[in-house]
């Protein structure tokens, strides 16, 4: 599969929390650098998540924001 989405990084799974409706899966991308995504139970569920998968964070934005304090 190709993607256009020019950020895209592997990792593994490590926390899967899930709510009522969607779910809070935290990817590590690397050592002590993870991504959080909010994905529906579904699609927890279809992609066979678990602690420990490996997986793809894809992200495509126009926008990213910095602040300070």
Avoid: F
């Amino acid at each position: 599969m190709q993607l256009s989405t020019r950020n895209q990084w592997q990792g593994i799974v490590t926390a899967i929390n899930h709510g009522n409706i969607v779910s809070e899966v935290t990817l590590e991308i690397a050592p002590n650098v993870s991504v959080i995504s909010i994905v529906s139970k579904t699609a927890v569920e279809n992609l066979g998540l678990k602690v420990g998968s490996k997986a793809y964070a894809l992200i495509k934005s126009t926008e990213v924001t910095l602040a300070i304090d």
